[in-house]
Structures are given as C-alpha cells and as structure tokens.
C-alpha cells in the first residue's frame, strides 16, 4: 500500500543553512581580520588533512551560484552566518568608528539583496564559530568576560546596516561545542583544554547572547525576532546504572542553557567540572536577568542521539563501546543494529521527536521553535554520468522530517526546518573529507552538483509534505 504524503502546518519555513568560515573562503581579502580558525587550520595537526578554509567553496564570490542551488531546492529561507572579523578586523569597533570594515559588510548586505531578489528571506547567524583572533589574544576569547560587550557591539552594528532587509537573527550557534570542543577538549578553535575556561566561555557565551539581543532590537530599523541555537541532546542509559550518568549528560547539554535561558537559572545537577561554581565570581549580579532577555524563537540543530552505558570491570571497551571522555567507568555505546554516519553519529530519528516533545516543548511551550540544523555526512561520490546517488542521506532526511511531524503531532510548534548543509563545505577539524551538502561540491573545480538527497528536498518543500 502506498502511503499518503504527510502535510506540514500551513506557512511552514524551509530553509538550508551553512556558516561563513565553512563556505567563504577569501579569508584574507577586502580588509578581513583573522579568526581563531583561520589561526587554528594553519596550525599543522590541528585539522584533518591539513585542510583550511581559506578558499572552501569560495562563496565570497560565488554567492549567486549558492542562490541558484537554493532555488533549486525551492528554500524560502537561507541560514548563513556573518563573520565578525570581516565586519570588525580586530573584533572591537562602535558603529561611528573607522574600525568598522565598510567591504565586509558591504559583502553581507549584496548577499541579502539577492537573496530578497530571489525570494529567500535571509536569516544570518552572528557568530558560528569564527572568533576575532584578537579577541582570543587580549581577551582570553570567550574564558573573558569582556568578549560578551564586544560581541553586543559587532551585534548592534551589524543590525543597524541589514536590519532594514534583514528581520530574522540568531546569535550565537552551539555554545556548547565552542566552550567544550574548543575550550575543554580543544578539538576546535582555540584548541585550549581547560575545564575553568569552558566553564567561564559558557557564561560569557550566555551572557554574550542577552546583551545581543538587546543591541540588535535597539539597533535595527525596523522589527526584528531574534533567538539563539542549541544544539541538544538525548541521552539514553543502557542499563540503569547509566541512568544518572545519562541525566547529568543532559544537564550539561540542555539545562545549562534552558535552565539560564528559560527557567531561571542553571540546573542544580551539574559536576563540579561543568558547574559555574567551578569559577569563583563568574557570575555576577544581574547576569542571569540579562542572559534570560525575552526572545521571540528557539533554534534547534540536532544530528543524532548519545548512548551511555558502565564500562566493563576489566575496564576495556567491548563491541560498539568507546571510553566516554572525561569520565572513567562510562563508555559511550553504539546500540547495535542502529546505522552509523561518516561522522560515526547513530541514525535514530526517533530520538528527534522525543528531544522536541520530552526536552524541547515542556520549557519553550508555546516559544516558535525552528530546527536551524539537522542532516548526515556520508562517502559520496560521483557516477560516471555525473550524479550523486546519496540513498543515505536521502532516507536520514525522510526519517528525520518523520520524526519533526510526530513531534508537532504531540504539541511541538515548530515553524520551519534548515537543512544542513545547502552544499559540501570546509567541516571543522574533519576539514574537506566530510561531506554533508545537499549539493555536492568538487573543490577543485568548484562545480556543484545538485545530490538525489537535493532533489528529494526539492519534492518536499514544493509540496509542503513528506513525499515519498
Ligand atoms: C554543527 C555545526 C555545523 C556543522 C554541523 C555538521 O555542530 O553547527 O557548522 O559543522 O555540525
């Protein structure tokens, strides 16, 4: 039996995202600064394969060919991110000062206007990841407090010269992975391993969103809605002895940022490793008033669920196990029979719809929620009449948009979707070998292909419903 095409709600968004330092390249033209990535993939060791993105897919100058793709894809919505060190070389500047660079944000505002000329509604991120270096110098990057004032300043000053085209803001995308990855395990930019410093970049990061949102509503012209991207979490125990392990998992994935966002405060449980107690004085007065400024929506990204089980007495991991950082008689678990991505991330769109409706909904209520990111990297590669034939992705993005109408289904008010990523781009310390695009990208060429998995996309947000 065929089965019917499942409706989303009427006005539903769809949108494809990626983020400047992925896909920009032209890291040192038109007056740009330097960012802590561009200092961290020169770093030899630091990224696979020694890749950079100082070209990437060169969407500096090839904006208009991303546009078309999205076109292709029939997106009304495009989620990019603007970098700080092309607005603010050194990272610092008020909108009067001759520290603002004119061409940096001249760039941002001809990408909005074809954007707008295409029927795109524009929604930048302001910071994804690519920290002024001179911030990371002077101010100890975000382990400093002052980094919060200088990201509100950037913020004002980008709102007031897009803010008349530009309605729709996110702050900061994944505080979580730039204090863990980048401060505690240092994996990404700045590459520091320092418990204290996460902990202190996760509430300058905090602290850093509610200024901006107050800058960016006194700085554009016009009404703006403004939010801020999590990415969340589920964690699942395999046994009931992981269970506790497993809820402090959470805490410090999802608590620690709804807890001060939406609830009054950070979670009670939390280890002395993660806890803002951890820094003496961190927290000052008046703080969480300001990090838990209203906002008008959530943004989601979700990629794949965590499994936490006891390590074995003899201590050595078994099948699927793999020692859980920082924390010995844990191991993550890969359950078996689930498939596993490129990235070695679980497939398990089930977990989607339960982090919307158990960890998602019951604190945001009836706060428009918009998934900002969600897809896979998988080995692909192309066939001798030029496509890609990306069966994986395509069925990971079928069970997720499944999974997204059972959770609105139970309540969840999601209001639109973004694809990650809207073509193959520079992955962090993964650097050009994973591929995550709806469209492929040959970088040496830069030809792009749209993928099957793109071509699906396209049905989907043509008919406004899970096709098959
Ligand atoms: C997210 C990042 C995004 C991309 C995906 C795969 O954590 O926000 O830039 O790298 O993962």
New binding site residues.
Partial sequence: MRMSARQFPDGFLWGA???AY?IEGAWQEDGKGLSIWDTFSHTPGKVHHGDTGDVATDSYHRYPQDIEMMRRLGVGAYRFSVSWPRILPTGRGSSVSSEVNLKGLDYYGRLVDALLDAGITPVPTLY??DLPQELQDELGGWAGRDTAAAFAEYAGIVAEALGDRVHHWITL??PW?VSNVGYRWGRHAPGHEDAAEAVAANHHLLLAHGLAVSAIRAAAPSPVEVGI?L?LAVQRPTSPEAADMAAELEARHNGVYLGPLFAGGYPERLTAEWSPAKVPGLVHDGDLEVIAAPVDFLGV?Y?FPGYVGVAATDGQPRAGERPLQGEAGFVEVQPEGLPITA?NWLVEPTSFRELLTRVVTPVTGDLPVYIT?N?S?WYDYVTQDGRVEDYERLSYLQGHLGALLDAIADGANVRGYFA??LLD?F??AEGYA?R?GLTFVDFGTQRRILKRSGEYYARVTAANALVE
């Fill in positions: 995202a990626t983020a992925q994804h990841w995308n994944e992975v991207t990415n990204n990629y990235m990111e897809g990297s990650w990523s781009n992955e962090w994973k995550f």
